[in-house]
């Protein structure tokens, strides 16, 4: 008995003429992330990859975990193959269906007929294997509207696939689709899930991280390193660029207002971003903002902020509550190293009575009253680079 996998398209079925483009590099990206497994054969037909292990030792179990987080993939199923006979099928899938089977109680088929050429139309497909599971599994009992099983043949050009369950993929369009860009990354909850949502949406994100030693811990930087190391599994390769932020955060509180300390100090990283942007090929900045949440993050205080920024700052998670990011963070396995009370930059010195609707002319007046560029300079210099891979630092 073959068995494969098949990874069905999710957004990118949807394309025109540039699909075959979204299709190479999904292609390209499951490659990467199964390589460790062993070989396969990978085949692209009807929307579909179809992922043929060269090796019976390899965990299909394990490959298609993997899969699960690969942005691109609509649907996972674990298929048997076999020849486009349906007393071929009938007489194969019972030992192939036994373990799932024999576990639950109630199940369904659901046939899928893309070759018209198969003699059964789609109706006597499904009441035909469903009479042979029930013969073989006198126990279950069938429930079409919520069964515990669903068992699905598809007869397609190449075969027929039977399968018992089928996994949602993480949906989205392929990373590095889209472009790159660059992420500032705190530490915090919100940070890692902008990163996932922009992945999603086809952008190869690295990081960006500012820290101020003695004020910040080597355990806050090695809690951002463990959040680039979990996004890998979604985001792939991860480049991680560690700002020294010291001198330029007691630059500022011995020369601004308290009041516009936070302000100021999100334009300067903003600007400090710029820079690596534009040395690195990126095309846009990405944060964590959510709406009101802090003080830093009204409307007044977003426009400053946007102000210093010379390229697009998407804010993914802008619109949602404290929950909703949560709830991402937690299925995505950051929410945990999130919560860690190892504090980052942008907790120093906190101002006790923060700007809530600052007015930029008196940020800039504010800013300008003091050259940071020497400092700003000598910061982008001293840059640290980490670079992770499948979860792993080079």
Do not use: W
Request: include cysteine; proline fraction near 5%.
């Amino acid at each position: 008995m073959r068995e494969v996998i098949m990874a069905k398209y999710g957004e990118i079925a949807l394309k025109g003429l540039n699909k075959n483009t979204f299709e190479d590099i999904l292609v390209k990206n499951i490659k990467r992330r199964l390589k460790a497994l062993g070989g396969f054969v990978y085949t692209r037909m009807q929307s579909t990859i179809y992922i043929e292990p060269q090796d019976e030792s390899i965990d299909l179990d394990e490959a298609t975990d993997m899969l699960a987080t690969v942005f691109g993939i609509g649907a996972i199923q674990r298929s048997a193959v076999y020849e486009k006979d349906m007393e071929i099928i009938k007489a194969q899938c019972v030992d192939y269906l036994k373990d799932t089977l024999e576990a639950a109680r109630t199940f369904k088929v659901e046939a899928k007929r893309s070759d018209k050429s198969f003699p059964l139309k789609t109706p006597d497909i499904q009441v035909a294997l469903g009479d042979t599971i029930l013969d073989a599994f006198p126990h279950l009992t069938v429930d079409v509207h919520n069964p515990e099983i669903t068992v699905f043949c598809e007869i397609r050009d190449k075969g027929a696939y039977v399968s018992a369950g089928r996994i949602i993929g993480a949906g989205g369009i392929p990373v590095g689709s889209s472009g790159k860009a660059l992420l500032l990354l705190s530490g915090g909850i919100d940070s890692p899930v902008a990163a996932y949502m922009m992945a999603k949406r086809g952008l190869i994100v690295d990081g960006i991280h500012f820290q101020s030693p003695p004020y910040t811990s080597e355990r806050a930087l090695m809690k951002v390193q463990t959040l680039c190391k979990k996004l890998t599994a979604y985001c792939g390769d991860i480049k991680l660029y560690c700002v020294p932020f010291t001198e330029i955060q007691e630059a500022l509180r011995d020369n601004c207002p308290e009041e516009f300390f936070t302000i100021i100090m999100r334009r300067l990283m903003m600007k400090i971003a710029n820079r690596v942007a534009d040395s690195n090929d990126y095309g846009a900045l990405i944060t964590g903002e959510s709406m009101g949440q802090v003080a830093s993050q009204t409307l007044k205080a977003i426009q400053c902020t946007d102000a210093a920024a010379q390229y697009p700052v998407f804010r993914p998670v802008i619109g949602m509550d404290k929950k909703e990011i949560t709830d991402i963070a937690r299925k995505i396995d950051t929410f945990e190293t999130s919560v860690l009370p190892y504090e980052d930059c942008c907790t120093v010195f906190t101002p006790k009575h923060p700007k809530t609707k600052p007015v930029l002319s008196e940020i800039e007046r504010a800013e300008n009253a003091f050259d940071f560029e020497p400092l700003i300079e000598q910061a982008i210099k001293d840059i640290v680079v980490y670079r992770y891979k499948v979860g792993a630092e080079e």
